[in-house]
């Protein structure tokens, strides 16, 4: 059974959806993710759609990626078992970070066709898995905007997105 329902904690899709029409695909032998030999030394798993390595460069210790194997630029370009397989890469590295050097862990997706590729920002679909401690910058990062950033929802605001996503 696929499980879509992990979507529900990779970040934001909002922004991703009205940018959908700008994304510029790529060719695949300009794109590091499609030369699994460019990370070999840096793999965790793999499967038969993904692969799960260490991130460099990298935010915080244990901080890793699951990418799909075939060239993607947005997720809605995922097949269901692309999906699975991202899921099955993702769930063994989130419980061994949880179980050794983190209290907590985040998992990020984010697509931003606005800034260029370069060594950092990578258009190949990828999933952070990033430990969570307090006390590092990082989690004083994510917990200033997971909590200190949230506002209600307004009537507006909810009736408009609403019929954008429904
Ligand atoms: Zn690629």
Redesign the pocket.
């Known amino acids: 059974m696929v499980n879509h329902g992990i979507f529900l904690f990779y970040g934001c899709a909002c922004n991703f959806i009205p940018m959908a029409k700008y994304l510029i695909m ?1 060719s ?1 032998s300009e ?4 030369e699994p030999s460019s990370f070999s030394e840096r793999m965790i798993s793999s499967n038969e759609h993904a692969i799960s390595l260490l991130s460099s460069p990298r935010l915080v210790t244990g901080h890793s990626l699951v ?1 799909p194997k ?4 947005s997720l809605d370009d995922l097949s269901s078992d692309e999906v699975q397989a991202i899921h099955e890469l993702i769930s063994p590295i989130y419980r061994r970070l949880l179980g050794t050097i983190a209290l907590g862990v985040d998992v990020w997706q984010k697509t931003r066709p606005s800034i260029d590729q370069d060594g950092v920002k ?3 679909v990828h999933f952070h898995i990033l430990p969570s401690n307090p006390g590092e910058e990082a989690y004083t990062e994510a917990l200033r905007w997971s909590r200190d950033k949230f506002e209600p929802l307004s009537l507006n605001e909810q009736d408009a997105m609403l019929d954008i996503l429904t």
């Open positions: 790529m695949s794109c590091n993710f499609c990418i075939r060239h993607s630029e990578m258009n190949h």
